[in-house]
């Protein structure tokens, strides 16, 4: 049975949810903390404590407004990617669910859900284009 881009994404997205998998944000974190701290410091040198407390928290907006829909969950992302990215991580996965015999994407999803070696194949194909063509890390579990 062929399966579409839309259901090879669904597949993807089911899979990344049922393994808990995020985006690791620590990117974000390290800007937060730098943006806060050079803010505090600038502020002390103008302010005094006063000037640090009010530098502290325009670093804190500064960093929260650089980074504000930029986090996203693995679901939005696969959704949010443009047609051919999505035509290259299907045809990956029909290679490796190609030999498989579903009459549906229910069917396909236990199929996959019921092996590991197929998890462990399409969480390894999942996390290689998050990491080498995003340029992000994945975390698995909370």
């Not at 190609?98 to 236990?110: A, F, S």
């Amino acid at each position: 049975m062929y399966l579409t881009e839309e259901e090879a994404m669904s597949l993807l997205c089911s899979l990344s949810e049922a393994k808990k998998m995020k985006v690791d944000i620590k990117r974000q974190l390290w800007l937060t903390i730098g943006l806060m701290g050079a803010g505090a410091l600038v502020g002390n040198l103008v302010g005094g404590p006063l000037g640090q407390c009010i530098g502290s928290a325009v670093g804190i907006f500064l960093s929260f407004w650089m980074t504000w829909g930029k986090i996203k969950s693995i679901p939005q992302i696969l959704k949010e990617l443009p047609h051919a990215e999505k035509q290259k991580l299907h045809s990956h996965v029909m290679v490796i669910i190609g030999n498989l015999k579903w009459k549906d994407t229910n069917q396909l999803t236990k199929l996959v859900m019921g092996s590991e070696d197929l998890q462990e194949r399409l969480l390894g194909l999942l996390e290689g284009y998050l990491t080498k063509e995003l340029k992000t890390s994945v975390q698995h579990g909370d």
